[in-house]
């Protein structure tokens, strides 16, 4: 029971500070104050209903400023109560200090004032945050610590949070130093994302460094901050970094048996970064995948098809599988086609006229002009292979050989080349018998085949 004393004696001195703060409200120039403060408040409710209808005519008018200043006035527009109370309050305490010297007379009203700006400006501060939650608890958190120091309230309010503790041998631990590691951390936290974001965005638009250098740089950089924002703000408060080695042994063993697979990706996406075997916008296959890369994660590589499916891929499976890199160190791709011309038709007319329609599609490369080989006689046709190259991937594949398939067609009806396809002869022996209205789908009874053996010959 005497371990609980500190913190009885604390929360009794809080109790007993509240209750003194709030019987001198009941003196009668407090009081006074206190209705002076009520009837400002109406007073800037009944001012914000007044006029925000015009400021919203007014608004609607200038839909043609920036974004940013279209923001600042919705801002201010839902704050119109809290920014007139604001002015009524002061100009209330000055009209005070001008009809009686005596500070008592205003010293509610001057309080809270004081504590309705802090406020304000809390609410306006709060709105660089853009998690709505974080904003609320950052916001609320502001004013209760505003609201306490200006009414005198936070020392013992303090005081009774560090009496609030467990002792674990030589470690305190309390609600006072748990407050503050969060804040502490928080702020560093969110100075640490704002570094990350401004120095990835330099990163990123440095043409000078390839894209993988890039994104390792950015991992490594925001691994970086955020550890040493973490570490730091455990040090501010008076933590002990030393006894961090326990849970680091617990981390260890942890990794060895439930999270080898995350571990192995995790690493595997820093060797891919570091030798370079993929970077975004490159067009691997992989599997039945085929697509280009969009991003580069710490866990998983992101593949775009071309029908618009994204797929999350391992980062192991691109260290230990076969992976096809259409543009790891350029970005040209050869295409094949096959196609057949009659025996009729010259070769080598037939091999010109192939080249002519293949340069004619647009993303076949002319620098690099395709060719056509024969590769065999067919029994119906002469094989032939076209090869044609592109240095646009990302465009698609079936689409540009559909296009190559297309314009030898044309080229061909107009040059009168023949693209023959097999053709079955059927012979009738001597003496057979062809049912001609079951062949045309009449009604007939069921055909009788009758042969006549053949003569043997003279």
């Known amino acids: 029971m005497e371990q609980f004393t500190p913190l009885i004696d604390s929360a009794q001195g809080l109790i007993s500070d509240i209750e003194t703060f709030l019987g001198t409200l009941l003196l009668p120039s407090r009081l006074m104050q ?36 279209l923001r600042i006035l919705l801002l201010i527009r839902q704050r119109l109560r809290g920014i007139f109370f604001v002015l009524l309050a002061w100009a209330a305490a000055g009209i005070i200090a001008q009809i009686s010297p005596f500070p008592s007379r205003r010293y509610l009203i001057i309080v809270g004032a004081t504590i309705a700006t802090a406020l304000l400006v809390v609410s306006f501060a709060a709105r660089v945050i853009r998690n709505r939650l974080l904003r609320r608890l950052v916001s609320w958190g502001a004013w209760i610590y505003v609201t306490l120091h200006f009414l005198g309230l936070l020392a013992p309010f303090a005081e009774f949070l560090d009496n609030f503790a467990i002792d674990l041998g030589g470690f305190h631990l309390s609600a006072l130093a748990v407050l503050k590691a969060l804040v502490v951390t928080g702020i560093l936290f969110s100075g ?16 000078d460094i390839s894209p993988s250098m890039r994104v ?7 691994v970086g901050l955020y550890g040493a924002a973490f570490f730091i703000g455990l040090k501010a408060v008076g933590f002990d970094l030393t006894g961090l080695a326990v849970l680091s042994g617990a981390i260890g063993v942890g990794l060895g048996f439930g999270l080898q697979k995350v571990v192995s990706n995790l690493v595997s996406g820093v060797i891919i970064l570091l030798d370079k075997s993929v970077k975004p916008g490159d067009v691997i296959s992989l599997g039945d995948t085929f697509g280009w890369i969009n991003s580069l994660g710490a866990r998983y590589v992101s593949v775009v098809t071309r029908d618009g499916k ?25 295409l094949d086609i096959f196609f057949g011309t009659s025996y009729h038709d010259d070769p080598h007319k037939v091999r010109a ?15 690099r002009p395709p060719v056509c080989h024969i590769v065999g006689f067919g029994d119906s046709s002469v094989d032939y292979i076209l090869r044609f190259w592109i240095r646009d991937p990302t465009g698609g594949l079936t689409n540009v050989r559909g296009a190559v398939y297309l314009a030898l067609w044309d080229a061909f009806k107009e040059n009168g080349i023949s693209v023959p396809f097999p053709q079955r002869e059927v012979r009738l ?3 057979s018998r062809v049912d001609l209205g079951r062949a045309r789908g009449q009604d007939t009874a069921p055909p009788q085949e009758t042969t006549t053996p053949e003569e043997p010959p003279a």
């Open 353 to 367: 006229i192939a080249t002519a329609a293949c340069q004619s599609v647009d993303r076949v490369l002319v620098s």
């Open 34 to 69: 206190v209705g002076i403060l009520i009837g400002l408040f109406g007073l800037a409710h009944l001012l914000r209903a007044l006029l925000t209808p015009p400021l919203n005519d007014w608004m609607r008018s200038r839909e043609g400023w920036p974004k940013w200043r």
């Open 192 to 207: 640490a994302r704002m570094i990350a974001q401004t120095t990835a965005a330099r990163i990123t638009g440095n043409e």
């Open 310 to 334: 994204e797929y999350l891929i391992p980062n192991e499976d691109l260290i230990t599988g076969q992976v096809v890199n259409w543009s790891h160190s350029n970005d040209f791709v050869r």
């Open 429 to 431: 022996l001597d003496g």
């Open 216 to 222: 390792l740089a950015v991992k490594m950089m925001q």
